[in-house]
């Protein structure tokens, strides 16, 4: 795995110049993950969370790598972060959608939005892994149209009140603390964002998620609030306005899920070229068959389509942070992001489809690496923006805004 990962690097010279620290910060990211993946495989065959990955990358310092050094990172961008992603996605997406959620739906969005004192309370905790981030949008009937949210929050003297629920909410019943959107009652019109802390009175997890297809190392949770107050103070952003802060996340997570996507590529040409090589059949390896070569010769197209479009992403997004008053930048990352989802997520699983079909029989169970990447890989073309939500984005950026299907 880290072969590849180094040849990505190599391939990224030409683009981005690395610096020494940038390099270590990877080097370091690769131990991590050989050290996270033995667990990985037990508590995913158990179909259990692996808290033994979140210590194990609290260890390497790794969970601060994009965050400002003031609050405990490593100040490290955009592309390192997409790298990073794309190592924890070779071995599956249920430990990386922990680390999606809490650094990029999590911890980047305090960072862009918070106050001093939400940093300081959240940030710098998160920033270690001492405090774990949860991103509250989904509900039952509010997926991919934020409009239709039914959450609400009152604002009562120096609180304000929320009642509703939350759906398929990853990190949801580990939390410490949790970026929640609600609706001003009464107004449909008025989204705001707020930081809640799980252990309030009014928080409660009425239900954990165990029964997926895959993710099995991933916590998902359906939440409740029950007149569950939250200070003024923890206001995320502009109030009526927590849609802003959404869309920023949301744009930090597009490219952060194309980055796993493009390592659960990564390990299924692994996978594949292994199987490939050691397996034998009709007196020779079966690799030496060229309907297999086939199936390999796609993994490995599609590694090259994913890459270029999510580092270029990445890349930009990079830019952007050093000028964020540049709305053409944002516009046109809005766009990359999208892009880069879509097309890495459909490449992911056709790639996991591909390995699986090289191992044949042993590629449709879970104890195959095959088996396990495609099952991770289907979730990706859904989550933080269906494949319909990026094709609709993309096809507005072509036709005008005039021809925005959605608000």
């Known amino acids: 795995m880290e072969a590849l990962l180094n040849q990505a690097i190599t391939d990224l010279k030409a683009l981005h110049s690395f610096t020494d620290n940038e390099l270590g910060i990877l080097d370091m990211v690769d131990k991590a993950a050989e050290e996270i993946a033995v667990p990985e495989l037990e508590h995913y065959l158990k179909h259990e969370l692996n ?7 609290k260890k390497f310092g790794i969970i601060g790598i994009p965050i400002a050094k003031e609050y405990g990172g490593l100040a490290a961008g955009t592309l390192i972060t997409s790298l990073t992603m794309e190592r924890l996605g070779q071995m599956g997406m249920g430990f990386g959608t922990f680390y999606d959620v809490q650094v990029l739906l999590g911890a980047l969005t305090i960072q862009r939005w918070g106050t001093e004192m939400q940093k300081q309370k959240y940030l710098k905790p998160a920033a270690k892994g001492d405090k774990i981030l ?19 929050y009152e604002a009562q003297g120096d609180k304000f009140v929320i009642n509703g629920s939350k759906y398929l909410i990853s990190n949801g019943s580990i939390a410490d603390a949790m970026i929640l959107f609600a609706r001003s009652k009464g107004d449909k019109s008025g989204i705001s964002a707020f930081i809640i802390d799980t252990k309030s009175p009014g928080f409660s997890v009425s239900m954990r998620l165990e029964e997926k297809i895959g993710l099995f190392t991933s916590d998902t949770a359906m939440l409740e609030f029950n007149e569950l107050e939250v200070p003024k103070a923890n206001l995320l952003g502009e109030l009526g306005k927590g849609m802003r802060v959404a869309y920023s996340a949301l744009l930090n997570g597009r490219i952060g899920i194309a980055s796993g996507c493009i390592g659960i590529i990564d390990g299924s040409l692994n996978a594949a070229i292994e199987r490939a090589r050691e397996r034998k059949q009709f007196g020779k390896p079966i690799g030496r068959h060229q309907l297999i070569q086939r199936h390999i010769a796609e993994i490995r197209q599609n590694l090259e389509m994913a890459r270029w479009p999510t580092y270029f992403a990445a890349i930009r997004k990079d830019a952007y942070e050093k000028d964020l008053s ?9 766009l990359q992001s999208a892009l880069a989802k ?10 996991a489809d591909h390995a699986v079909q090289v191992f044949g029989g042993f590629g449709y169970s879970l104890l195959s690496p095959a088996g396990r990447l495609f099952c991770d890989s289907r979730v990706t073309r859904i989550y933080e923006g269906t494949d ?8 507005s950026s072509v036709l005008g805004d005039d021809f925005r299907a959605f608000d």
């Open 51 to 57: 808290r033994e990955g979140i210590e194990i990358a």
């Open 134 to 152: 949860a991103f509250g949008l989904t509900e039952p009937e509010a997926g991919s149209d934020p409009a239709s949210m039914k959450t609400t």
């Open 326 to 334: 540049n709305q053409a930048l944002l516009k046109e990352i809005d």
């Open 342 to 351: 879509k097309i890495a997520s459909r490449l992911a699983f056709e790639s």
């Open 388 to 395: 319909e939500v990026q094709e609709l984005k993309i096809a």
